[in-house]
């Protein structure tokens, strides 16, 4: 079936320095690939996504690459501020007769401090 | 626009006890669904729409029940809540499936004793 793996978190940062959350997939056929974000006390809402193989999802500073290759999507930031606390979910949709019904990985809890 | 709202925030509910957890959009979505959140567990599908009058099973559906009458409202019912379903509950809508964006509601926290 399909699966989504994201990194152990929480991860903790001070404020500027450069974030990676690591998250690889399984699933057969060729799915889009989602991050959304969850800030504290909120429903998720959508960062970015990318729907075909080596597009870049880019929003708000951060992006991520969809590498069939190595199944994977990882998100990325240069320069993290305290407003980007909150909790990060890598996502898929594998289309077909599984068309909008969403994937999750776990999510991963990330804490900038100033 | 309201986008998609959920009712109520913070439920309460003893062993047994029924309950509908209330779910609207004002977007013209074809596609809702509902998802429950818990710990370390990411989110899961519980059920599904593709419109009017379709609803479907997701990954975690046994003890749920859903109705789509209308476009804009898509109840998750709970007919005899259990310990297990404490939860948070997430209803999502899309203008259809297939790599679109969905949106989420708030949230509804739900504590079954």
């Known amino acids: 079936g399909n699966s989504v793996t994201q990194m152990e978190g929480p991860v903790t940062l001070s404020e500027e320095a450069f974030l990676t959350i690591n998250c690889t997939y399984t699933?057969?056929?060729?799915?889009?690939l989602f991050w959304y974000v969850q800030y504290p006390g909120e429903g998720l809402q959508l960062l970015l996504k990318?729907?075909?193989?080596?597009d870049k999802g880019s929003n708000k500073g951060f992006e991520a690459t969809y590498r069939k290759e190595t199944t994977s999507f990882h998100l990325e930031k240069g320069s993290v501020q305290v407003s980007d606390s909150a909790v990060y979910f890598c996502a898929l949709d594998a289309g077909g007769t599984s068309y909008g019904k969403l994937t999750f990985g776990q999510g991963t809890i990330l804490t900038v401090h100033p | 626009n309201a986008g998609v709202t959920q009712t109520p925030k913070f439920q309460v509910l003893k062993t047994g006890q029924s309950m509908t957890l209330q779910c609207a959009q004002d977007?013209?979505?074809?596609?809702m669904s509902w998802y429950r959140q818990d710990p370390g567990m990411g989110l899961r599908l519980i059920h599904y729409?593709?419109?009017?009058?379709?609803?479907d099973q997701g990954e975690v559906p046994n003890g749920y029940n859903v109705s789509r009458s209308t476009t804009e409202d898509f109840p998750l019912r709970l007919l005899s809540a259990a310990p297990s379903q404490t939860s948070v509950y997430f209803c999502a809508s899309s203008y259809d499936s297939g790599g679109k964006t969905q949106y989420f509601g708030p949230g509804t926290r739900l504590l079954v004793l």
């Open positions: 977007m013209n979505h074809e596609y």
């Open positions: 699933a057969t056929g060729y799915p889009s």
């Open positions: 729409s593709v419109g009017a009058g379709i609803t």
């Open positions: 990318a729907t075909k193989a080596d």
